[in-house]
């Protein structure tokens, strides 16, 4: 079964909850540094601060980041694969670093604020939508970066 009209939806739906709060992207870097102390110093806008400081960067990033599963899942919908917009985006994984243990602690984080900005909203099948469209793209990224 592929990417449903529905899942899309509620990836859609979420994504304008996370947009409307930027909190919410300190709050997703907050999650990775909790479970992945080590990976600060990937995070231009990390490695010299004391901690998880809200900045134009940071919220671009978390945008990005957001913003591409978001574009994932419209991608299952449509054609059923993830095709990369950019394609530096495996050799900048590479330079930094990222292996497999990482992108399931991206993952993790993503969940937990996407449930967090969801609130009351936030269901196993929203979960569902989001894992599937996020896998999607760590798949293309990873497939980059071989």
Partial sequence: MGFTDKQEALVNSSWELFKQNPGYSVLFYNIIL??????KGMF???KDSAGVVDSPKLQAHA???????HDSAVQLRVSGEVVLGDATLGAIHIQKGVVDSHFVVVKEALLETIKEASGEKWSEELSTAW???YEGL???IKKAMS
């Fill in 138 to 140: 760590a798949s293309a």
């Fill in 131 to 133: 894992e599937v469209a």
């Fill in 34 to 39: 909790k479970k992945a102390p080590a990976t």
């Fill in 63 to 69: 945008e990005k980041v957001f913003g591409m599963v």
């Fill in 44 to 46: 231009s806008f990390l």
